[in-house]
């Protein structure tokens, strides 16, 4: 089978997400939920929110993302390398959502958004001027595109009562670039390479 960690990857939010869809109990003991993590130590939230998600859209488009870019990375690092990115993102975008909203009890969230941020970073980082449809139609460099989902992320996540967790896309975007970073060997020197050729 091609692409075996991204299938399974995408098999588990898919069969996580419609158990917690279907099972309200189930759902709320494994979302992002501020007040048991730090009362009750529920520590374990961290990993099984990041594979629930609101709605039949919402898994969508995170799993469209994980397809679209996660075999290519899957490809090019290895399973290994390819999953220390993705839960390394992950818990990143989850812990940086936990110090960021630490004295709100009631805050919960759930979905991959932080892992899959971070598997777009790390594609930007390996192939930075690889040309990408943003929102499907803008054509943008990876580079470019990294950037501005960052800056958006920031800005979008210091407002208050938004129902997103751009604190989750934040955390595990700028996880995925430096993870990619440290564990491929010579991704600083390509990546830098790569720039320069094009300024050039």
Excluded: C
Aim: charged share 10%.
């Amino acid at each position: 089978m091609e692409f075996p960690v991204t299938l399974s990857l995408i098999a588990a939010n898919v069969l996580v997400s419609m158990i917690g869809l279907s099972n309200r109990d189930f759902f709320e003991e494994n979302n992002f939920w501020i007040a048991p993590i730090r009362q009750n130590k529920q520590y374990w939230r961290f990993v099984t929110s990041a594979f629930l998600h609101v709605n039949a859209t919402h898994l969508l488009i995170n799993m469209y993302v994980l397809w679209e870019f996660g075999r290519h990375l899957e490809r090019a690092l290895g399973a290994s390398i390819f999953l220390m990115i993705y839960f390394g993102s992950l818990l990143a975008g989850n812990i940086w959502e936990y110090i960021d909203n630490l004295n709100k009890p009631d805050y919960r969230a759930v979905g991959a958004s932080g892992a899959t941020s971070g598997v777009i970073l790390s594609f930007s980082v390996l192939a930075p001027f690889a040309l990408l449809g943003v929102f499907f139609i803008i054509p943008m460099w990876a580079i470019v595109a990294a950037v501005l989902f960052i800056t958006i992320s920031f800005v979008l996540s210091r407002r208050e009562n938004t129902m997103i967790a751009h604190g989750a896309h934040l955390g595990g975007a700028l996880a995925g670039g430096v993870l990619t970073l440290i564990l491929v060997p010579g991704a600083w020197t390509s990546l830098m390479r790569q720039i320069a050729e094009r300024l050039g």
